[in-house]
């Protein structure tokens, strides 16, 4: 904050004023005449989420919130890959205390990114599979990249989605798609998702997607944000509610989970068949 | 009754009859040969909803469910606007006692309405901002007219849609459009109302859109009526639970939140922007 007073100082002329707030593993930027921040994930190679990264986009979070926040959009650092979910290499052979706090903060981060009272934007600008496409969904508005996939595969893992985030797949989707989608695992290509709701517009490059997401974020210019924040709580309360209350006990239920013989075989041939190979080549 | 019996019996021949109770705010006529009822919304200028309009549309409704009408078809007289919801004035230095009433008779209105035995249609002839929308969504079937605009767009003015207008909008149009549209507050045009599902027909004129709504009345020809009303309660009734177990609670919070100094503040400075827009 020192470092920041210096800088308005030195560069008070600048009316569009650009600061940063470099974590290593999510770039935060806000532009000061829009007011918008844009969080860019990067952590190499493919913005997997292991607790350090899940641990930094909740406290970005937390500070957009505290700093009245007044639009935020969410992206890649990446061109190839939004984010790929959860960190396999960490879940395999684990130490059950680092999952529970992994699973704590990924709850954690969903409170605050669905919940949020700023508006958001998801700018998918590569591949969005499960934990990625959980980021994406919890955003209110996603414009995607072509080309790429997206879509809550966990079932393809051996994985359950909690009911959170089924909820806010259903919430997106419907039922029907949600049912048949989260069942077969299915990762949608650009244009299917478009079709189906997952995202809302398609762009061309990250410039045009921006280009979107801000003319999105601009609608509520005129509306007056607490009636906005106040009718988002009322429509998404009862999705966040329902994960506040059973908090504790989904955090020991996913570690059984994680920790038992038949996920830690299942995740060790997934990891062995498609994962040790890409990373050979 | 007498009147209506005394009328059957003078015009048997002609079965093509109506009678109509003209309260001063509803026009009700009914069609003797289809039994299908038509409430006509006249307040003048555009039929904003305050306690006596309320209160006679409420009674209409009941009426209708007790005399066991074969349907009803829900418009506006006005040839701009359908209704132009909430009677803002109910809500600037409300009387507390009146305040209350009228709260409960737009619930109550609400829950005869959008769960009615009957089958209903909204005859959308003019613009349906807010509490307007509202009640078009409450029917099950919307026949809307080309060119006017439709929406909750309460958020635009500062203020939150309750929990049943958005139920209302989702059991029409889904989860996923009702939030993008409640937070944006946005008004629709009539084709992109048609596009999303918030409207079920578009219609170039109210004649057309009354042979479209005797069409959609026609479906139930066949129907037994009993199970059509048990499947309509089965579908609905969670949204109207919810808000009979919720009633009193929301109304002490409305009652309470209704007097801050800052939306009174902001209430008054509305109506002082639609005063000077009138005397231009």
Not at chain 1, 79 to 94: I, Q
Not at chain 1, 174 to 203: H, M, N, P, Y
Request: glycine content about 6%.
């Amino acid at each position: 904050m020192a470092f920041r007073t210096a800088r308005n100082l030195a560069y008070f002329s600048n009316y569009i004023r650009n600061y940063s707030t470099n974590g290593p593993l999510v770039n935060v930027t806000v532009n000061e005449k829009s007011g918008f921040a844009t969080a860019t994930l990067q952590r190499p190679s493919v913005n997997s989420l292991n607790l350090e990264l899940l641990t930094e986009i909740s406290h970005t979070l937390q500070q957009l919130e505290k700093n009245k926040c007044r639009g935020l959009i969410l992206t890649s650092a990446s061109n190839k890959v939004f984010s790929a979910g959860l960190d396999l290499f960490e879940l395999h052979k684990p130490n059950a205390d680092k999952i529970k706090q992994m699973w704590s903060t990924l709850q954690e981060v969903w409170i605050k990114l669905y919940g949020s009272s700023y508006p958001t934007v998801a700018v998918v600008n590569g591949h969005a599979p499960a934990g990625g496409c959980m980021l994406a969904l919890s955003c209110e508005y996603r414009v995607m990249l072509n080309n790429f996939i997206i879509g809550l595969n966990e079932a393809q893992i051996g994985f359950s989605a909690p009911m959170w985030l089924i909820d806010g797949m259903r919430n997106t989707i419907g039922s029907r798609q949600a049912e048949f989608a989260l069942t077969a695992g299915t990762l949608f290509k650009t244009e299917e998702a478009l079709k189906i709701g997952l995202v809302d517009e398609v762009a061309q490059s990250k410039e045009e997607a921006i280009e979107k997401a801000e003319k999105f974020l601009n609608k509520f210019a005129k509306i007056p944000p607490h009636a906005r924040s106040m009718t988002k709580a009322a429509l998404r309360g009862a999705n966040i509610q329902a994960l506040v209350r059973n908090k504790d006990e989904e955090v020991r239920s996913y570690v059984d989970f994680v920790t038992d013989s038949q996920f830690q075989d299942s995740l060790g041939e997934f990891i062995e068949l498609n994962l040790k190979q890409k990373l050979s080549k | 009754m007498a009147l209506r019996a005394v009328r059957s019996l003078a015009i048997l021949s002609n079965p093509l009859r109506t009678y109509s109770t003209s309260g001063p705010l509803v026009n009700v006529s009914i069609n003797e040969k289809t039994g299908i009822a038509t409430a006509t919304l006249q307040r003048p200028p555009v039929n904003s909803l305050n306690l006596e309009l309320l209160t006679e549309l409420c009674t209409t409704l009941e009426q209708l469910e007790k005399n066991k009408s074969r349907g009803l078809i829900l418009t506006s007289s006005s040839n701009t606007v359908f209704s132009a919801g909430l009677d803002i004035y109910e809500m600037y230095k409300p009387n507390m006692d009146r305040y209350k009433q009228f709260w409960t008779t737009l619930q109550q209105t609400w829950i005869n309405l959008y769960g009615s035995s009957y089958p209903t249609v909204a005859v959308v002839n003019g613009h349906a901002p807010a509490g307007g929308c509202l009640l078009a969504l409450s029917c099950e079937y919307r026949i809307m007219l080309n060119n006017f605009t439709i929406g909750l767009n309460e958020t635009k003015l500062g203020m939150i849609a309750p929990t049943w207008f958005a139920a209302s909008m989702r059991n029409a149009i889904g989860t996923r459009q009702t939030e993008l549209a409640l937070i944006t507050g946005n008004l629709f045009t009539t084709d992109e109302a048609l596009k999303i599902g918030l409207v079920d027909e578009v219609v170039q004129s109210k004649n057309e859109a009354l042979e479209k709504a005797g069409k959609f009345f026609d479906k139930f020809k066949r129907i037994p009526p009993h199970a059509r009303t048990m499947t309509k309660t089965s579908l609905r009734g969670a949204d109207i639970q919810a808000l009979v177990k919720s009633r009193n609670e929301e109304m002490n919070k409305l009652t309470a939140f209704i007097n801050d100094p800052k939306l009174q503040e902001a209430i008054g400075m509305y109506l002082e922007s639609l005063k000077q827009k009138q005397n231009k």
